[in-house]
């Protein structure tokens, strides 16, 4: 088992009077080699669930383990690290660096490891083909459009070779088109061995043959014990 | 190494980004730094020619001081002096200010009594007969005379007198000898009406410089009513008259130091959203806090460096190429007689280190701490500002 | 990496150009000609400020008086606010003697 949580619980702004439980006691568990999608209405806390469990952001209550290990509580540099090794995360923000050319942030990742700037532009460019951004390498990336930034923030995500790909609804500004490439690219991953775990409210990659299992969530709970 | 020069690359790439801003926080942190810089250049230069020139001053001066103030010296005192031992000669000097109301300035008076000398740093003679002068080149310069023309004083009766120009000191030696006016001692006696019994003070000439401090100590003895000043005494004077509390250079070390402090508090402050955001991603794609705080440094060092090399690299060619004309204003006040300063580039490494330390640690910090701080949040939460 | 380069090059040379500039000045020299005119003349200060005695002969002038030569000094000089108190070492103090009248 790759990922588990326990009784995983967010509450934003505790205390106060806007105080928000985005997420409520979410158990789950997710395998080596599992793709899984992500479903649930907006605002139901798929993306607070995805961040916790890429250890952007730490639990108010519960556990998340990884390979084993509990990590909620581990210090900063631990986490670092993880996110660093194990994890490609597509933010449904994309968090670019603004003014800083399609190159240039993808390699972000890989620059404070041991690869020479050479090694590391020609693993960015041959990503940039596989998402067919190889002409854009050099603009920057506030003058692209919403779909290239998001491809860039895909192969931000992908630059590393992660071992767990989280994308929170990647293809919210993708055309058919470009769906089926990137269904086509994660399929290859998974092949490969990595995990995935999908955030999306696009019916093209729930019904996917790619993905084996759909968690949904609804106002922070996960849906199926909600059933009656 | 190699990792570190990546980081580099990044932090400059950065600050390239943001060029405008960046390029103006260089100038106005080198302008501040060429104006502390030129302030420990001047005084450094000033001190150490005075140091090194005034080591040649007399060993000791004796004056008389009367109702608490600098009097006219017996000349009996001088054969008192030379008797006691160690004390190689005293010779009773002449000298005096002259206030030229036209030109609004002093003139130092001085009496010259072995006439024969040879001085390398003059042209011309000194004064031999009693209607002749040596002068200093800020005089010559002031009323635009040459040697062979006169200048003409009034005297202590009131009456003109006229003294032929026999020789001009150097611009070289302006330092010491800018607005001396030299005359043959018996004829500064008759221009100032001096009693031929008195002197203005004894210099003292000393054969051990060690016994300086015991044989000031009885001249006093001997004579109460004197102030024995020893060279060290003078140049510790110049020491003290040239450093870091002196009063304007104090003030305007202060104000480079405040205009500093408020940019330091303003980059401590104003870390921007965008730069919180900025770490936010970094730490989100698997940045260690390190790695943050390495571009953090890089950026805060480049800048601050930059701007010290270029802050004292300017000061220099103010101070020792230009004169420090931006200086010179403040020094002078109202002064009509201000020396050129041809200074000789003597600086204290120890005082530029101080000087980088203070620039370059502070600036470092200021950026370091709130990019710290927002480095250990959580990336969620600062890419959301 | 050429910006990384080229930083580090220009901060080279800037480092170097500072170091050459401070060492002219440590070199030996020409001030003999000026020690022998202080010698000659007995010469104690800096022809600096020439507005009052204590300002043109600092070394020379009462520890204590300010505006005590120079026709028409009303203010006190710019240059005067640079010459700090001579440090105490050769002032007399008086002495308190403490008792019953
Ligand atoms: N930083 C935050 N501070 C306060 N409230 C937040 C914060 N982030 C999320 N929320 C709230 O938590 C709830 C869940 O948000 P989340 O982003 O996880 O939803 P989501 O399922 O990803 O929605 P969507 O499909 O629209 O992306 C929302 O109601 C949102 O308003
Ligand atoms: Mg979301």
Redesign the interface.
């Known amino acids: 088992m790759l990922l588990k949580t326990e009784h995983l619980s967010k509450i934003y702004n505790r205390g106060r009077p806007d105080e928000l439980t985005a997420l409520n006691a979410v158990s789950l568990e997710v395998h080596t080699g599992e793709a899984i999608a992500l479903c649930g209405p907006s605002g139901s806390g798929k993306t607070t669930l995805l961040s916790l469990l890429a250890c952007m952001s730490r639990p108010t209550s519960g556990q998340v383990w990884f390979d084993g290990k509990s990590i909620s509580r581990l210090p900063e540099r631990f986490l670092a690290a993880l996110r660093r090794d194990h994890f490609g995360y597509i933010f449904q923000q994309f968090n670019l660096i603004r003014d800083l050319s399609v190159i240039d942030n993808i390699s972000i990742p890989l620059l404070p490891g041991t690869l020479s700037p050479q090694q590391i532009r020609k693993r960015g460019m041959s990503v940039l083909e596989q998402l067919d951004l190889a002409d854009k390498a050099k603009q920057k990336a506030c003058q692209l459009s919403g779909g290239e930034q998001q491809r860039v923030a895909i192969a931000r995500a992908l630059i590393g070779n992660p071992q767990v790909i989280i994308a929170d609804e990647p293809t919210a500004h993708l055309d058919h088109s470009l769906t089926n490439d990137l269904l086509n690219i994660l399929s290859a991953l998974h092949a490969g061995g990595a995990t995935l775990l999908i955030a999306t409210h696009d019916p093209a990659i729930y019904h996917h043959p790619l993905i084996q299992r759909t968690i949904t969530l609804h106002n922070g709970s996960l849906a199926d014990l909600l059933a009656p | 190494m ?2 570190q ?6 932090a ?2 950065g600050l ?2 943001r060029k405008g801003k960046n390029v103006a926080l260089l100038l106005v942190y080198a302008f501040t730094i060429a104006a502390l810089g030129s302030v420990l250049f001047l005084t450094d ?2 001190r150490s ?2 140091r ?7 060993e000791m ?1 004796v ?1 008389r001081i009367s109702a ?3 009097e006219l010296i017996p000349r009996s005192y001088a054969t008192t002096i030379a008797q006691l031992p160690g004390v190689r000669q005293a ?1 009773p ?1 002449v000298w005096g ?1 002259y ?1 030229d ?1 036209l030109v ?5 008076l ?1 009496g ?1 009594t ?1 006439p024969e ?1 040879q ?4 042209q011309g003679q000194l004064p031999a007969a009693d209607n002749e002068c040596a002068v ?1 080149i ?1 005089i010559a310069d002031i009323f635009g005379a040459t040697i062979g023309d006169s200048l003409v004083l009034v005297d202590a009766h009131g009456k003109n007198r006229v003294f032929a120009i026999s020789g001009i ?1 150097s611009a ?9 006016i ?1 005359m043959p001692e018996p004829a500064l006696r008759a221009f100032f009406n001096l009693d031929p019994t008195v002197a203005t ?1 004894i ?1 003292v000439s000393i054969a051990n410089p060690r016994e300086i401090t015991t044989l000031a100590k009885k001249v006093r003895y001997h004579l109460p009513d004197t ?1 024995p ?1 020893s060279r060290s ?2 140049l ?3 020491d ?4 870091w ?5 104090f ?1 305007v070390s202060v104000a480079a130091l405040i205009a500093f402090c408020i940019l330091a508090w303003d980059k401590a402050t104003g870390i921007s959203a ?1 730069e919180k ?2 770490i ?12 943050v705080m390495a571009i953090k440094f890089w950026e805060g060092l ?1 800048l601050s ?2 701007a010290f ?2 802050g ?2 300017a000061a ?1 060619l103010h101070v ?1 190429v230009l004169g420090a004309p931006a200086l010179t204003p ?10 050129p300063f041809s200074l ?4 204290d ?1 120890y005082q ?1 280190l101080v000087l980088a330390f203070l620039t370059i640690a502070p600036y470092l910090a200021c950026t370091l701490i709130p990019a710290w701080k927002t480095a ?1 949040t ?4 600062a ?1 959301r500002s | 990496m050429w910006r990384a380069r080229l930083y580090l090059t220009a901060t080279l040379c800037g480092i170097l150009t500072l170091t050459a500039l401070l060492m002219t000045g440590q070199q030996p020299n020409d001030s003999a000609d000026k020690q022998q005119l202080v010698a000659a003349f007995g010469l104690t200060d800096l022809a600096l400020f020439s507005e009052a005695r204590y300002t043109r002969h600092p070394s020379q002038a009462d520890l204590f008086t300010a505006f005590q030569d120079s026709p028409g000094a009303i203010d006190h000089f710019p240059s005067g606010s640079l010459v700090v108190p001579i440090p105490g070492s050769r002032t007399r103090s008086i002495t308190v003697l403490k008792g019953e009248r």
């Open positions: 190699n990792r020069l990546k980081l580099l690359e990044y400059l790439a390239t980004r230069a000033l020619e005075a090194q020139t005034l080591d040649h001053a007399p001066v004056q608490g103030r600098h010779t000097r200010y206030y109301a609004r300035a002093n003139f130092t001085m010259v072995e000398t001085i390398k740093d003059l200093g800020g000191f070289h030696s302006a330092l010491l000898t800018h607005d001396l030299l003070d210099a102030r000043i005494e003078i510790h004077t110049y003290s008259i040239f450093n509390r002196s009063g304007m250079m003030a965008d955001r900025e936010g991603i970094l730490k989100a794609v698997g940045w260690n806090t390190g790695d480049i460096l930059s090399l270029i004292t690299i220099w020792f403040i020094l002078k006040g109202w002064s009509v007689l201000f020396p000789q580039p003597v600086t490494p530029i250990v959580a990336p969620e939460q890419m």
